[in-house]
């Protein structure tokens, strides 16, 4: 970590993001939110950033990354967009409803995974929002840019002019994301002077470009707070160094200077399960205790393994009783839809 950065406050890091090309998709700040029931149940104080309420078709985290991303279209150069992840994925959800709201077409490669075409959860909103879908065999997501660039060559020879958006595999597309998160978190920090404390632990479900935009802003902001990332997926690649390449690389876009290094990443995978894509059983019963204690719905493919998480490191003593922690609540709601099995079956109701 370079020692000569001064902190910026929440109103100077702003003033910066804002100077970064954006389109308008999200209603912002989302709401932090204190869960009186659960934080008893658990005995700490939960705050949940409702990033699920971000409005765009469901919302969710994706969304803040989107406003960056899709800023390159306002240059008129783009008649469609093309993406890809999961068949389930919450991210192309958004970015179809993103283009639509830029009056672009959108073409989709999805991975097959568990769920493939069941026309169900955030694979019926593509049906709705009227995305260009095709569905790859396969599950593993880190071939994604493969397909991605099969397909960008074949709508280049119609003549159409994608935007390519890699997402998660792309270098810019995740500095960009990783802006948006840490513009997440001036929000926060204004948040919680409102409501006056200081989080000591942040949980974020989080691939890579999410929990990349919070240790960023956390550092800039000068925040005590633990960071960490709970993964829905196992990486082939080294993720805690993929994670801070995106800090270094938005830390330079932000002309902070800042240097993470992979030794400051916390980020589990413990709590994946068998694999991305299938449930846990601990993520289910997070899910229904959340929903309890609060109605607020986790999704099962992110957060409810999050969520399960958050528990155990309570159980474990890692979060203290009494202590302030943030929950980032990343979305992904719709997908429980295309879960109705797996939640309603679970002997832990
Ligand atoms: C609900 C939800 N939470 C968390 C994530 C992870 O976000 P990121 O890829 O920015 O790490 C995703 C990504 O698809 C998501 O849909």
Redesign the pocket.
Known sequence: MNNNFNPLSAEELTSRINKIPRVNLAQLPTVLEFAPNISKELGINLYIKRD?CTALAFG???TR?LEFIMAKTLSGDYDCILTG??SQ???CRQAVAAANKLNLDSYLVLMHGIKGNLMQGNFLLYNILGANVDVIDGENLEEIPKHLDIKYNELIKEGRKPLLIY??FGKED?TL??IS?ANAMAEIDLQMKEQNFMADHLF??????????CELGAKILNWPTRIQ?IS?VYWEMDIKKDIARICNDAAKMLDINLEFSHKMINHDNNYVGEKYGATTEDGIKATKLLANKEGIIL?P???SK?FAALIDYVEKGIIKKGENVIF??????P?VFAYNDEIANNSNQ
């Open positions: 699920d969710g985290n994706k990354h992840a999961a994925s919450n991210f997402g998660g995740t994301a990783g998160y974020v479900t989080a691939a890579n470009m999410t929990q990349a935009g990332g829905p999704d493919v992110y957060t999050g980032m609540f990343t979305g992904g709601s997908a």
